[in-house]
């Protein structure tokens, strides 16, 4: 048989490496502490490859991407090549290092997007592969894959999770007005799209103003979605969020975390925790406001990865002037607010904060009648 070129070995390399992201997308949101991975094993008898398994990592981190998929390829993994969108971990952690299950199925070969930047693993999962004779290939749609993985890098690297903020901006430059609650800005199927983001973040984050203001649930609403809703993160330094609230109500359908100020007061705090809302309690700034990298920190300590920012004008606001937003979804609607209008960004114009070089654009498409562009930090 005809071997194949290194083109066309080249070509079937991203090919299969973009199915094996697409695949680690499932759970992404779902899989904290643990970065949302895709595997797929494949099989190069002849000129034509064989799909024999795939595998993405489970709900709650384990198991791993790589060891469900050796699971369901069997025998048929010996001398295939195994395609991963993360470097395979090479650690003890709850159970053994991927590498070494990769190891003893006796794969042929592995595709890896990127080093995992875990400091427990980079480049060492790679390198035990090769020490056992496994042939290597790594940065293939490396770009692509570190967006999927974004989360865990910033959590590794920096020590907090990624932050998306989401805004929906009227024709007249706000996101509601002043005493109205919640003021519809956007259409339905714009909506539908916050909903499918929320399921795909490990966490949607508010101020306390806007949970006062509005009584939203953030949860996903689509239907066979319900289950997949994220943590709920609400920054209330003085714990002034009132028990009857739907956020506090539904605290043990949907996991509510509060954020305090050190001298919160103790009465209001308890009944909060009594009511099934998770305290995380964090630095207060000279302002009044909590410390917003201090309070990243302390989410990344307890495992999230991913932060979708939704509201609402001050909160955005001091995440923009903390330098603190790595990805911004922002959709612009043909709805006027009129008298009584709240700037979308407490007053900063979103088209300075957004603009070439600080942001690129991903995409820009249509939701209904609301224009969606899809921003990506620069750096």
């Given at each position: 048989?005809?071997?194949?070129?290194?083109?066309?070995?080249?070509?079937?390399?991203?090919?299969?490496?973009?199915?094996?992201?697409?695949?680690?997308?499932?759970?992404?949101?779902?899989?904290?502490?643990?970065?949302?991975?895709?595997?797929?094993?494949?099989?190069?008898?002849?000129?034509?490859?064989?799909?024999?398994?795939?595998?993405?990592?489970?709900?709650?981190?384990?198991?791993?991407?790589?060891?469900?998929?050796?699971a369901q390829?069997?025998?048929?993994?010996?001398?295939?090549?195994?395609y991963?969108?993360?470097?395979?971990?090479?650690?003890?952690?709850?159970?053994?290092?991927?590498?070494?299950?990769?190891?003893?199925?006796?794969?042929?070969?592995?595709?890896?997007?990127?080093?995992?930047?875990?400091?427990?693993?980079?480049?060492?999962?790679?390198?035990?592969?090769?020490?056992?004779?496994?042939?290597?290939?790594?940065?293939?749609?490396?770009?692509?894959?570190?967006?999927?993985?974004?989360?865990?890098?910033?959590?590794m690297?920096?020590?907090?999770?990624?932050?998306?903020?989401?805004?929906?901006?009227?024709a007249?430059?706000?996101?509601?007005?002043?005493?109205?609650?919640?003021?519809?800005?956007?259409?339905?199927?714009?909506?539908?799209?916050?909903?499918?983001?929320?399921?795909?973040?490990?966490?949607?984050?508010?101020?306390?103003?806007?949970?006062?203001?509005?009584?939203?649930?953030?949860?996903?609403?689509?239907?066979?979605?319900?289950?997949?809703?994220?943590?709920?993160?609400?920054?209330?330094?003085?714990?002034?969020?009132?028990?009857?609230?739907?956020?506090?109500?539904?605290?043990?359908?949907?996991?509510?975390?509060?954020?305090?100020?050190?001298?919160?007061?103790?009465?209001?705090?308890?009944?909060?925790?009594?009511?099934?809302?998770?305290?995380?309690?964090?630095?207060?700034?000279?302002?009044?406001?909590?410390d917003?990298?201090?309070?990243l920190?302390?989410?990344?300590?307890?495992?999230?990865?991913?932060?979708?920012?939704?509201?609402?004008?001050?909160?955005?606001?001091?995440?923009?002037e903390?330098?603190?937003?790595?990805?911004?979804i922002?959709?612009?609607?043909?709805?006027?607010?009129?008298p009584?209008?709240?700037?979308?960004?407490?007053?900063?114009?979103?088209?300075?904060?957004?603009?070439?070089?600080?942001?690129?654009?991903?995409?820009?498409?249509?939701?209904g009648?609301?224009?969606?562009?899809?921003?990506?930090?620069?750096?």
């Open positions: 048989m005809t071997a194949l070129s290194a083109d066309e070995q080249a070509e079937l390399d991203r090919r299969f490496m973009a199915a094996a992201l697409a695949l680690g997308r499932r759970n992404a949101g779902h899989t904290w502490p643990n970065p949302a991975v895709g595997t797929v094993i494949v099989r190069y008898d002849g000129r034509t490859p064989i799909v024999v398994a795939r595998g993405w990592t489970a709900e709650g981190g384990r198991p791993h991407a790589e060891v469900r998929a050796l390829a069997g025998q048929a993994a010996r001398g295939a090549t195994c991963v969108s993360l470097e395979p971990c090479a650690h003890f952690g709850r159970t053994g290092p991927c590498s070494n299950a990769l190891i003893n199925a006796g794969v042929g070969r592995v595709v890896s997007a990127f080093d995992d930047p875990n400091p427990l693993v980079f480049g060492r999962g790679l390198a035990r592969l090769e020490a056992a004779g496994i042939q290597v290939t790594s940065g293939v749609l490396t770009e692509r894959a570190r967006r999927d993985h974004a989360g865990h890098v910033r959590r690297v920096d020590g907090r999770p990624h932050v998306r903020l989401k805004l929906a901006i009227s007249d430059g706000a996101i509601g007005r002043e005493g109205t609650g919640n003021l519809p800005i956007s259409g339905p199927m714009a909506k539908a799209r916050t909903y499918v983001l929320r399921t795909e973040t490990d966490a949607v984050l508010i101020g306390v103003g806007t949970a006062l203001a509005d009584d939203p649930l953030l949860t996903c609403r689509i239907p066979g979605l319900e289950g997949r809703s994220p943590v709920r993160v609400v920054l209330d330094p003085t714990a002034r969020l009132p028990l009857d609230s739907r956020l506090v109500r539904t605290a043990y359908e949907a996991p509510l975390w509060v954020v305090v100020g050190p001298d919160a007061p103790r009465e209001r705090v308890n009944a909060l925790a009594e009511a099934g809302a998770t305290i995380v309690s964090r630095l207060i700034r000279p302002s009044g406001y909590l917003l990298h201090d309070v920190r302390g989410l990344a300590d307890r495992g999230l990865t991913t932060v979708l920012v939704e509201g609402g004008a001050r909160v955005a606001r001091s995440f923009v903390a330098d603190l937003v790595d990805e911004a922002v959709y612009r609607s043909k709805t006027v607010v009129g009584g209008a709240v700037p979308a960004l407490d007053g900063i114009d979103p088209e300075t904060v957004f603009g070439q070089p600080a942001f690129a654009i991903l995409d820009e498409t249509l939701a009648e609301d224009r969606v562009t899809h921003l990506w930090r620069a750096d």
